[in-house]
């Protein structure tokens, strides 16, 4: 779609009458994009809309330099050839996503079968970027999996249902009884629940939409999750460290049992989430004389983290206080195609 026809979409019927210039089918177009103009495209499609335009690349913090020196050259990842685009969330592309696979001809064999739709979303994902953990990551959660074989497995963020598809089918082959997802956003939810659909997982993931802090205290106060088996932390940054907190002072992290695993550890990245992990029970101890904690850590997380899904003042709906006791043998696990890594944190024992 040429500029011309962009631009001509915002004009006004007196503007299109004065532009002699303009050929009649642009001007017919154009009556219409003004008639219906939710219908067409047009705005996602001009070049010069915001929804396209690439974000300069931008650095890894300082921490997460220092992390990736102390793994060598190779870990070190180049600035991108080009930069990804912006992720917008109002362009529709999860509803897109939607109709992509529920539109292919070839549904009645995609019905029931979770690799199907996982590399459809995975095609999609070729043309909008999608923030999905992928194969290469996966594969390291679903060798936990096996190793574990949890009862009920958490995740905190579902997005639009690919780990949920990826780790719920994973949990229910290793004998699992149930897998819970924790959205913010309906929509979001909703979408992923027609997608579990279609996969055969429906019945087996239970999609829990809200504030992740305020749904895993209903979750544990139901009854439903006695603990803390495995969890999967994938969603607000600056939540990390308080929901894990979160869990350690409800009595649900238990040593020998527990294990907590958390994407996206280096790109964007996440200090104070590894800080917290990898403390010894002496550090934890000391930082807790100061207090309960009543905001989340944003201590060097990137700015776009900080103001993604929550508003950047946002507070955790409980006073934190953890369990400093705790230990962890927290290990970083980084696949060699991935610029990313996740974080695996066992909890091992407690320190008296």
């Known amino acids: 779609m040429s500029v011309a026809h962009c631009r001509m979409a915002t004009f006004r019927p007196y503007q299109l009458q004065r532009s002699k210039s303009v050929s009649t089918r642009l001007v017919r177009a154009s009556f219409k994009a003004l008639k219906y103009p939710a219908a067409p495209r047009t705005w996602l499609q001009c070049p010069r809309s915001p929804l396209t335009t690439p974000r300069p690349y931008q650095p890894p913090s300082p921490f997460t330099q220092r992390l990736l020196s102390t793994m060598g050259d ?5 600035a991108p050839s080009h930069p990804p685009v912006e992720r917008s969330r109002e362009d529709g592309r999860e509803r897109k996503l939607l109709h992509f696979i529920y539109d292919q001809p070839n549904r009645d064999e995609i019905q029931g079968n979770p690799a199907k739709v996982l590399d459809l979303i995975e095609e999609f994902g070729k043309t909008y970027h ?3 953990i992928g194969r290469a990551k996966g594969k390291f959660i679903i060798d936990i999996i096996e190793e574990k074989k949890p009862e009920v497995m958490i995740e905190l963020g579902g997005y639009v249902g690919y780990s949920a598809i990826l780790f719920g089918d994973a949990v229910r082959r290793a004998g699992g009884r149930h897998y819970y997802s924790l959205e913010l956003n309906p929509e979001f939810a909703a979408i992923a629940n027609m997608l579990l659909e279609l996969a055969g997982l429906r019945d087996f993931v239970t999609i829990l939409v809200g504030r992740s802090d305020l749904s895993l205290d209903k979750l544990f106060s139901s009854g439903h999750v006695k603990h803390v088996e495995v969890m999967l932390i994938d969603h607000y940054k600056p939540a990390y460290t308080a ?19 958390a994407d996206n550890v280096l790109y964007p990245g996440n200090p104070p ?13 000391e930082a807790a004389k100061k207090g309960p904690v009543q905001a989340y850590d944003t201590t060097n997380l990137p ?7 929550m508003p ?5 709906s409980f006073e934190l206080t953890g369990n400093p006791n705790l230990v962890y043998d927290s290990k970083l696990v980084k ?3 991935t610029r990313d890594a996740i974080e695996v944190s066992r909890c091992v024992g407690i320190q008296e």
């Open 335 to 337: 696949p060699e195609t």
């Open 130 to 132: 999608f923030m999905n």
């Open 303 to 309: 700015q776009r983290s900080v103001g993604s899904f």
């Open 312 to 316: 950047a003042d946002a507070t955790p």
């Open 243 to 261: 929901d894990l907190k979160l869990c350690e002072q409800l009595g649900k992290i238990v040593p020998g049992v527990s294990v907590v695993v």
């Open 273 to 285: 989430y590894l800080e917290y992990v990898r403390s010894t029970v002496e550090q934890k101890r």
């Open 74 to 78: 190779s870990a070190t990842p180049e």
